[in-house]
């Protein structure tokens, strides 16, 4: 799945979710954010977390998510490599066809950043 | 996915599986029906365990089976919603994209029902 | 674990951590606690639903601690029965450990209340 | 724990649990049993299944049940290390707290067997 | 999804992956290929064990390596009956999506296997 | 349990354990080891995606030994906190009593480094 229609998806689905969501799923929604916001760590750092989290409990979606806010934050190719390095190590080769789609999208991600806006 | 395809496919796989199945398999698929039925509790609540069962252990086709039961047991979108605000506390935000793609299957279950048959 | 242990730890462990905690942390335990709460589900129902998520995730604290509010909501003994029958069989034998330990405080329970109050 | 503690325990939870369970639960218990006799697959490589899949979901009470089957199928410790093996690589160091107590928990099941019996 | 597809893919991911993986990675891959080698079990069990661990984890893609891999080293639709069973008795029926998928898939490399080679 | 007794353990066992076995666990236990080393991302992060990872997945024994490790590096309590509000925010409520022994523990640490050397 590419970035563009991963955010798509999302963003569509967020909203006709949140129009009927009760008041403790938003507030749970906001909670996540807040989470991720600069703190005491950098949000790249928290991102990074995100990121490992999401990879050895194995959500694809989540993975994609959090490689895209990283990529925002700048994180490097090599900085990724070493944080799934832990999260293969942590969660096991079960994690391995995710490590592989997440390669597959940061390289869509690293493309992406390269075409010419139009 | 809509429902109508995932009705289909379920059974159309259940049928190739059980043909095959030993006896222990056929066995554990009944014992798996005969959990549901009405007792000490009614299948309403059972369903919306088995819901909040498969919501927080993140499996996308046990979520849509347990929501298509809920639909026929007449669990109101307000009670659903409750249901699954537990199972996001339970299970963290890792359910989230499973919640999302709940909801949208919760609304073609609504949109279905709203269709004169033919 | 007898009941009276395991609320006095958890109690103790839990103005520990309150005392530290961040803003993100407690209104996290905030939403927990409210997604208890009585609603278009009676409180019975989302107790059953927080015992079930935790026998699938077997958790035994949790399982402890909504086995303690199941049993101030009087679900009986067989409606346990029922629902933690469906934790067996969404969850699988893995969760048998956990089922045990699960009865044995149950009946520490049912026991507590028959003592007379000094 | 033990072995002789991990079965007196296990054996006494089992009793005061099978006394009060509904037929739904008694049933899954036997099929629980009846999957590990032999049959196309031999008990050995039944119990190492069982093992395996407890090591990779990380249920101690489970993986020491099997190490005892595994035991008294004759599973040597070169065999029992290979799969364990299996069961890191697979379920990652997440698996290794579990791993260190099921070598220390096979150790003393050779050890008990060399004691001359009184 | 087809036998020759899932290899391709698998394939031509692993490629685009382990051209930019650190040094960690790719001995994580090493060691988890070698954890399937012949030794005092033979690759037939280990194969075994390997896809009981991913049934019971719930891992569409490494059940798929595994089904083929054991349906090269001759694994009888009997056995894989067996073990899977083991794998829905310690999972529960949350595997039985995965089950179906995997039931499907092994037709599937039955029916390639009978195919005349063009 | 206390620091100096897990420390403690874990050293008896994990001696205990390497000796038996197998070269491919002995190189799982290095790659674990190896992949916490400073490098693009210093080991303090790295320390935190492994406590991060080790509490989404629920194993108090890997939360203890990266605490332990999080202390040495020079993590502060607040720096501590928000990562563990993202791995409660990811995994959910199922991981506070996981939390609640890890801020024991971390207090714990704390009062150890206060001590006079004897």
């Known amino acids: 799945m590419k970035p563009e229609d ?3 998806t ?3 689905q967020n909203e006709l979710v949140l129009k009927q969501a009760n008041l403790g799923i938003k507030r749970f929604f906001n909670l996540d954010e807040a989470a991720y916001q600069d703190g005491a760590l950098p949000r790249k750092t928290k991102e990074l977390l995100g990121l490992v989290s999401s990879a050895v409990l194995r959500c694809d979606d989540c993975i994609r998510y959090h ?3 990283c990529f925002e934050e700048g994180v490097s190719t090599e900085e990724l490599g070493e944080a799934l390095n832990i999260a293969l190590i942590v969660g096991g080769s079960i994690v391995i066809p ?3 789609r997440a390669m ?3 390289q869509d991600l690293q ?3 390269q075409k010419p806006s139009k």
């Open 111 to 113: 493309d992406g950043a």
């Open 6 to 8: 991963f955010n798509q």
């Open 67 to 69: 490689l895209g806010r």
């Open 10 to 12: 999302r963003e569509a």
């Open 104 to 106: 597959v999208y940061w």
């Open 98 to 100: 995710h490590f592989r």
